[in-house]
C-alpha cells in the first residue's frame, strides 16, 4: 500500500513508518517539526528512517489544508495514518489551543483530504486518557465523558469526527487508543525516558504522589505492529493497543534500578489533577480483530530503552525533559 504517516519523526510515528517499510509499503511521511518536545529526539529518528529505502519524507504541518492539498496532487496513496499531535496531559493545560490545532483541526483536514481524494482508509491515534473514570480492565465500550485534560478532550473531539466522517462517506476508520508506549528515543516528558535520565545521571526522581499510580506500558514496537495491521480493518472500529499488564511507579523505578544497576532517590511531588491514578488495557478486541498481542515483556522493553540511552548518552544526557 501507499500510506501517508503523519507524524512521522514523532515516538510512534517514526516506528510505524519503519515498520510499514519493513512490510513492503510505501511511506509518505509528514511532520511539522515543531519545538513541543526537544527537536533532537525528532532528528535521531529522522535520520533513521532516512535509511530505509521506500520512506519519503515532507516538512508540513497537517493543520495546513492548502499544503495538504498540494502533496496530494503530486502524490496518491491508500491510506491515511494520523499519528501527527500534541500530546502530553499536563502541557496541554498549559498551551491548549496548540492541542486543539494539531489534535482537532489537523484531523479534519486530514479528513478533508480523504473524503476529496477518495482515500477510503483512516487510522486515528487516540490514548487511553479518555477513560478517566471507568472501571479497569478499559474496555472499547466504556465510557469517555470525563475527560481529565485538554489532551484528552481534544482526543475525544478528535474521535467523534472520524465516526461523523465513517458515517457520512464511507470511510474505514480504525481509532487506537494507545496506552503509555515507551522505548529507545521515548518521548523526553514521560516516566520512562524521565527515569533512566535521572538515574543515570545520579538525578533525583521525581515522582508525583506516593509512586503508587498504575500504568498499562506499551513497547513502541508493538505498538507499531498493531497500528500496521488496522490497515486491513473494515468499518468503524476502536481498538485498545496496550500491554495488559499494568505495574505501578514503584515497581517501574525498581525493574529501572536492577537493568542499570543504580539506586534512586526520589523527590516527592503532588499529585497532578490531570493525571489518571491508573490504568489498564482490555485487549481482548485487538486479539480478536487484528491477531494481535503484545510480545515484548516489560523488563526486556526497559533493557533496550536504557541501552539505547547509553549508546547516546552523549546528547541524551542534555535534551530538555519539558514539563
Same mark, same amino acid.
Given at each position: 500500500?501507499?500510506?501517508?504517516?503523519?507524524?512521522?519523526?514523532?515516538?510512534?510515528?517514526?516506528?510505524?513508518?519503519?515498520?510499514? @517499510?519493513?512490510?513492503?509499503?510505501?511511506?509518505?511521511? #509528514?511532520?511539522n517539526?515543531?519545538?513541543?518536545?526537544? +527537536?533532537?529526539?525528532?532528528?535521531?529518528?529522522?535520520?533513521?528512517?532516512?535509511?530505509?529505502?521506500?520512506?519519503?519524507?515532507?516538512?508540513?504541518? #497537517? @493543520?495546513?489544508?492548502?499544503?495538504?492539498?498540494?502533496?496530494?496532487?503530486?502524490?496518491q496513496?491508500?491510506?491515511?495514518i494520523?499519528? @501527527?499531535?500534541?500530546?502530553?496531559?499536563?502541557?496541554?493545560?498549559?498551551?491548549?489551543?496548540?492541542?486543539?490545532?494539531?489534535?482537532?483541526?489537523?484531523?479534519?483536514q486530514?479528513?478533508?483530504?480523504?473524503?476529496a481524494?477518495?482515500?477510503?482508509?483512516? #487510522?486515528?491515534? *487516540?490514548?487511553?486518557?479518555?477513560?478517566a473514570?471507568? !472501571?479497569? +480492565?478499559?474496555?472499547?465500550d466504556?465510557?469517555?465523558?470525563?475527560?481529565? *485534560?485538554?489532551?484528552?478532550? *481534544?482526543?475525544?473531539?478528535? !474521535?467523534a469526527?472520524?465516526?461523523?466522517?465513517?458515517?457520512?462517506?464511507?470511510?474505514?476508520?480504525?481509532?487506537?487508543?494507545?496506552?503509555?508506549v515507551?522505548?529507545?528515543?521515548?518521548?523526553?516528558?514521560?516516566a520512562?525516558?524521565?527515569?533512566?535520565?535521572?538515574?543515570? !545521571?545520579?538525578?533525583?526522581?521525581?515522582?508525583?504522589?506516593?509512586?503508587?499510580?498504575?500504568r498499562?506500558?506499551?513497547?513502541?514496537?508493538?505498538?507499531a505492529?498493531?497500528?500496521?495491521?488496522?490497515?486491513?480493518l473494515?468499518?468503524?472500529?476502536?481498538?485498545?493497543?496496550?500491554?495488559?499488564?499494568?505495574? *505501578?511507579?514503584?515497581?517501574? #523505578?525498581?525493574?529501572?534500578?536492577?537493568?542499570?544497576?543504580?539506586?534512586?532517590?526520589?523527590?516527592?511531588?503532588?499529585?497532578?489533577?490531570?493525571?489518571?491514578?491508573?490504568?489498564?488495557?482490555?485487549?481482548?478486541?485487538?486479539?480478536?480483530?487484528?491477531?494481535?498481542?503484545?510480545?515484548?515483556?516489560?523488563?526486556?522493553?526497559?533493557?533496550?530503552?536504557?541501552?539505547?540511552?547509553?549508546?547516546?548518552? !552523549?546528547? @541524551?544526557?542534555?535534551?530538555?525533559?519539558?514539563?
Amino acid at each position: 500500500m501507499r500510506v501517508l504517516v503523519t507524524g512521522c519523526a514523532g515516538f510512534i510515528g517514526a516506528k510505524v513508518s519503519e515498520t510499514l @517499510a519493513r512490510h513492503g509499503h510505501d511511506v509518505f511521511g #509528514i511532520d511539522n517539526l515543531n519545538s513541543a518536545y526537544d +527537536p533532537r529526539l525528532k532528528a535521531w529518528r529522522l535520520a533513521q528512517l532516512r535509511r530505509l529505502p521506500g520512506i519519503e519524507v515532507h516538512h508540513l504541518d #497537517i @493543520a495546513n489544508g492548502g499544503a495538504l492539498r498540494d502533496l496530494a496532487q503530486r502524490r496518491q496513496f491508500d491510506a491515511v495514518i494520523n499519528l @501527527a499531535a500534541r500530546a502530553g496531559v499536563r502541557q496541554s493545560i498549559v498551551t491548549p489551543a496548540d492541542y486543539y490545532q494539531t489534535n482537532v483541526a489537523g484531523t479534519l483536514q486530514l479528513l478533508e483530504l480523504c473524503r476529496a481524494r477518495q482515500v477510503k482508509k483512516f #487510522i486515528l491515534a *487516540s490514548t487511553s486518557s479518555l477513560y478517566a473514570g471507568a !472501571e479497569r +480492565p478499559f474496555r472499547e465500550d466504556h465510557s469517555t465523558d470525563q475527560a481529565l *485534560s485538554p489532551y484528552a478532550a *481534544s482526543k475525544k473531539a478528535a !474521535e467523534a469526527l472520524c465516526y461523523t466522517y465513517h458515517h457520512l462517506f464511507g470511510l474505514d476508520v480504525a481509532v487506537l487508543r494507545y496506552f503509555t508506549v515507551y522505548g529507545p528515543a521515548g518521548r523526553p516528558d514521560m516516566a520512562v525516558f524521565r527515569f533512566i535520565r535521572w538515574l543515570a !545521571e545520579g538525578e533525583s526522581l521525581i515522582v508525583h504522589g506516593d509512586a503508587g499510580q498504575e500504568r498499562d506500558f506499551t513497547y513502541v514496537d508493538d505498538a507499531a505492529e498493531a497500528t500496521v495491521r488496522a490497515l486491513s480493518l473494515t468499518g468503524h472500529e476502536v481498538v485498545n493497543v496496550g500491554g495488559d499488564r499494568p505495574v *505501578s511507579m514503584r515497581h517501574l #523505578i525498581t525493574l529501572l534500578e536492577r537493568a542499570m544497576g543504580r539506586s534512586a532517590r526520589l523527590e516527592h511531588r503532588p499529585v497532578h489533577r490531570a493525571d489518571m491514578p491508573a490504568t489498564w488495557a482490555d485487549i481482548g478486541k485487538a486479539r480478536r480483530l487484528l491477531g494481535w498481542e503484545p510480545h515484548t515483556a516489560l523488563e526486556e522493553g526497559l533493557r533496550a530503552a536504557v541501552q539505547w540511552y547509553a549508546e547516546n548518552r !552523549e546528547w @541524551a544526557s542534555q535534551v530538555a525533559l519539558g514539563n
